[in-house]
C-alpha cells in the first residue's frame, strides 16, 4: 500500500486530527461550565470569567484554523467522529447487528 | 487583582478538567468490555478485508501489467481496461444475474446488458431469471463514471424485464455466479433456484405487484429552532437574562440557550417521527427504517429515511399523505420511486 505523503497534506491531516480534538474537549468543557453555573455555586464574577476564558478559548481556535486553512479538515474529521460515534452507539442499541455482521 | 483572577481562572479550570477526566475514565471503565468487543468484531474485520482487497488488487495489477506486456509483444493490440478480461482468455463462462421474473419464459432481450452484452432469461418453475453471460471477474472500475454507468445498465434491464413480465425481485449489482467444479454456472445456478425455490416464491408473493418508494423527510434547523424559541418559556427566559449580563456570561447563557434548544429539538424530533412514521404505515404494506444520510443543502437536516413497499393502490393515499408532512413548516418530503423492491428481498 503507498501511502501518499507529502508535508502539506501531512501538515493539514495532523494539525486538524488535534484542532477536532481540541474543539471536542472545548465542546465538553462547555457543558462543563454550563452545569457548573447552573449549580449555583458560582458568583457572577466567576461566571463571567468562566464565560470569557472559554470565549477566548473559542477565538483561539477559530485563529489557528483560519491561519493554517485547515477548518475544512477540522469538519471533516469531526463528521467522521460523529458518524462513528453513531454507528457505535447503534450497536450497543441494537445488538442484533452485532450477529447480522459476524 | 489580576493576578488573583488569573490564578482562579486556572483553579478553575484544573477543577474542570479533573471532572471531565474522571467523567471520561467512569465512561471508558463501565463500557470497556463493550468497547473491546465493539472494536474487536467492528474494526478487526474490516481492517483485515480492507488489506485483503489491498493485496488481491495489487496481484490484479501485476498480473494485468504482465498480460498487456505478453500481449504488446506479441504483437497483438492490447485491448482496453475494460476487457483486460477477455484478453486474459478467460472465457464467459459466468453468469451475471439481473433479477427474477414472475413468470416461466425462455427468451432473449437482446444486446440491452452492461457493456452491451446479450440478455436473456433462464426458467425454472413458475419463475425465470434475467441474465446474461460474463467472464469470471467482478465488474470493477476506479472511474465512477463507468460505474454509475454500469448501475444504470443494470437498473434499465430491471426495468424493461418489469413491462415484460411484470414482477422482479431484483438482484444487486454485480451478481455472477461461476461455475464450480464440472458443473456450468447455469448448472449452479439451477440448483441454487431449485434450493431456494420455496423463499423466492414467498418473496414473490410478498412483492408481486408492489412497487418500493423511497421517502425522505428534512427539517430546517434554523426555521424550527426558530419556531422553539417563540415558544419556549425557558428560551425565552434564559434571553431576557442575558441582555443585561457581562459577555462573558452572556457567552455562558448562549452556551445553555443552545443546549435547551438542542434539548427542545431532539424531543420535538423523536415526537415527529413517531407521528410521521405512524401516518406513513397507513399506507404502505412494509416499511423499513434506513439510516439517515447527512444532507448537502444547507439547513437541511434528514429526519427520517424510509424504503416503503406500496400497493398501486395506496399510492395517492400515500402521496397525498406526503404532501400533507411536506406542508408542515419547516419540514421537506423528497419522495422517489418507483423502484423494484430492492429492500424488501
Known sequence: MVLDIDEVNLKHGVLGLVIALVEVIRDTLRLQAVRRMESGRLSEEEIERLGEALMEFDRAIEEIKVEQGITETVQSVRDGLDDLVTEVIEKMVNPERWVEEA | ?345
Open chain 2, 1 to 345: 487583582m489580576v493576578r488573583e483572577g488569573r490564578s482562579e481562572t486556572e483553579k478553575l479550570r484544573g477543577v474542570i478538567a479533573d471532572l471531565v477526566r474522571e467523567e471520561a475514565e467512569a465512561l471508558v471503565h463501565e463500557a470497556s468490555e463493550a468497547i473491546t468487543e465493539i472494536v474487536r468484531s467492528n474494526l478487526l474485520p474490516a481492517v483485515r478485508s480492507a488489506i485483503r482487497e489491498e493485496i488481491a488488487k495489487q496481484l490484479e495489477e501485476a498480473v494485468y501489467l504482465s498480460q498487456t506486456a505478453r500481449a504488446q509483444d506479441e504483437g497483438g493490440a492490447a485491448a482496453e481496461a475494460p476487457d483486460a478480461e477477455e484478453a486474459s482468455g478467460n472465457e464467459e463462462r459466468g453468469l451475471y444475474v439481473y433479477g427474477i421474473a414472475d413468470a416461466n419464459v425462455e427468451t432473449e432481450l437482446g444486446q440491452i446488458g452492461i457493456e452491451g452484452k446479450s440478455v436473456y432469461t433462464v426458467s425454472y418453475g413458475d419463475l425465470s431469471a434475467i441474465v446474461h453471460d460474463c467472464p469470471l471477474e467482478p465488474y470493477e472500475s476506479d472511474d465512477e463514471e463507468v460505474i454509475t454507468r454500469w448501475v444504470a445498465t443494470h437498473q434499465y434491464v430491471i426495468d424493461v424485464a418489469e413491462e415484460k413480465f411484470g414482477t422482479i425481485i431484483p438482484f444487486g449489482f454485480d451478481r455472477i455466479i461461476k461455475p464450480k467444479a464440472q458443473a456450468s454456472a447455469k448448472d449452479v445456478f439451477r440448483s441454487w433456484l431449485a434450493e431456494e425455490y420455496d423463499t423466492l416464491v414467498q418473496k414473490m408473493e410478498k412483492i408481486r405487484g408492489k412497487k418500493e418508494y423511497g421517502v425522505q423527510i428534512f427539517y430546517s434547523p434554523s426555521v424550527l429552532s426558530q419556531k422553539i424559541a417563540d415558544e419556549s418559556e425557558e428560551i425565552r427566559g434564559i434571553k431576557e437574562m442575558m441582555g443585561t449580563k457581562g459577555p462573558g456570561a452572556a457567552y455562558m447563557y448562549t452556551q445553555k440557550l443552545e443546549t435547551a434548544l438542542k434539548r427542545e429539538m431532539e424531543s420535538r424530533m423523536s415526537a415527529h417521527f413517531k407521528d410521521f412514521y405512524e401516518r406513513i404505515k397507513n399506507h404502505v404494506e412494509e416499511i423499513k427504517i434506513e439510516k439517515t444520510k447527512r444532507s448537502d443543502e444547507k439547513d437541511r437536516r434528514m429526519i427520517m429515511n424510509l424504503s416503503c413497499l406500496v400497493a398501486p393502490n395506496a399510492y395517492q393515499a400515500l402521496g397525498a399523505e406526503l404532501e400533507a408532512i411536506g406542508g408542515e413548516s419547516g419540514f421537506f418530503v423528497r419522495f422517489t420511486g418507483p423502484w423494484p423492491a430492492y429492500s424488501f428481498v
